[in-house]
């Protein structure tokens, strides 16, 4: 399945076409490398994908045949992480 259908399928995207104007803007990357729509998705790769301010990292769990019901869509993508865009991170070494 081409990543850009799998995006809409799961629902991080409501359209295909909302998918391809964030692949235009760079905010969608495969296993560690910048995305294009026509990848194909396969089992274990790993997504991340910026919705607006938040940085979202996912792992494929299934990669569907077809349409998927909103309820069956934690069987196919996993969040593995959440963040905010610009948020800092605490070190151990910043702290006194």
Do not use: C
Not at 12 to 17: A, D, G, T, V
């Amino acid at each position: 399945m081409r990543l850009d259908q799998y995006l809409a399928v799961v629902g991080l995207f409501k359209h295909r076409s909302a998918a391809k104007r964030a692949f235009d803007r760079g905010e969608i990357a495969l296993d560690g490398r910048p995305a294009k729509p026509a990848d194909k998705v396969a089992r274990n790769q790993r997504l991340a994908v910026r919705l607006g301010w938040r940085l979202v990292e996912a792992e494929v769990l299934e990669v569907p045949t077809g349409p998927v019901p909103k309820n069956d869509r934690g069987k196919f993508i996993a969040i593995v992480a959440e963040h905010l865009i610009g948020e800092e991170e605490t070190s151990e070494t910043h702290k006194e």
